[in-house]
């Protein structure tokens, strides 16, 4: 398995959105609103790699990936003026991309005999994917491509809910209340599934895992 690009997994996340965040996600909500010509070809070229990555982790699959990659920014074209810059671009971004994979999920019919009796689906199996990251990070810096390697590994074994709220924390570095928005759940079951599935990963990580506890 290869997953090139890994984002600064130890970074600390901001607690809040600073005023210099907020003014871009309003001159943005405004732009959307606006169809400001050439604003979504910019969005898509700023978070195109983390979406696509979140989607692979969501997911666990890279052609579902992709179809939802497509339709998240077909729904942000047509319903762009919804966003009122209240928040954070990524997190109104993200939110739309997770509720595109449960409606996906739901749709899905079960096209095997093992899947039925099971209940095992694509997110279930083992997983290979690489994704090109956008520029490299301070994390890329100080790490090894064996480390980066070992720590998406680790992720890609927990079950979808709890390796959710690890990626929107550690790889793209959203604060609790943004990940309790994009997923709809309340702070404390960010909280729990976050510690959970620090649990589930600690034997795999080994030191690196302190490190890990000490970023939430």
């Given at each position: 398995?290869?997953?090139?690009?890994?984002?600064?997994?130890?970074?600390?996340?901001?607690?809040?959105?600073?005023?210099?965040a907020r003014r871009e996600s309003l001159a943005v909500a405004e732009g959307?609103?606006?169809?400001?010509?050439?604003?979504?070809?910019?969005?898509?070229?700023?978070?195109?790699?983390?979406?696509?990555?979140?989607?692979?982790?969501?997911?666990?699959?890279?052609?579902?990936a992709e179809d939802l990659f497509q339709e998240v920014w077909m729904r942000v074209l047509v319903r762009g003026a919804q966003?009122?810059?209240k928040s954070r671009f990524e997190t109104w971004l993200f939110t739309i991309a997770r509720n595109l994979a449960i409606d996906q999920r739901r749709k899905r019919t079960v096209n095997s005999l093992d899947e039925l009796i099971d209940g095992a689906g694509d997110d279930d199996r083992a997983m290979t994917f690489e994704v090109a990251a956008g520029g490299p990070t301070p994390f890329d810096h100080v790490s090894s491509l064996e480390d980066r390697e070992k720590i998406a590994a680790a992720l890609l074994e927990l079950d979808t809910l709890h390796r959710e709220v690890m990626v929107l924390r550690f790889h793209e570095e959203m604060s609790l209340e943004e990940i309790a928005k994009v997923t709809r759940a309340p702070l404390?079951?960010?909280?729990?599934?976050?510690?959970?599935?620090?649990?589930?990963?600690?034997?795999r990580l080994g030191a690196d895992a302190e490190r890990f506890a000490e970023a939430v």
């Open positions: 398995m290869t997953i090139a690009g890994i984002r600064p997994f130890f970074a600390k996340a901001p607690i809040a959105v600073d005023a210099e959307l609103k606006q169809r400001k010509a050439g604003l979504l070809d910019e969005l898509i070229v700023r978070y195109q790699h983390r979406l696509l990555r979140y989607l692979l982790y969501l997911t666990g699959n890279r052609d579902t966003f009122n810059g404390s079951t960010v909280k729990s599934r976050l510690y959970r599935g620090l649990a589930m990963i600690k034997p």
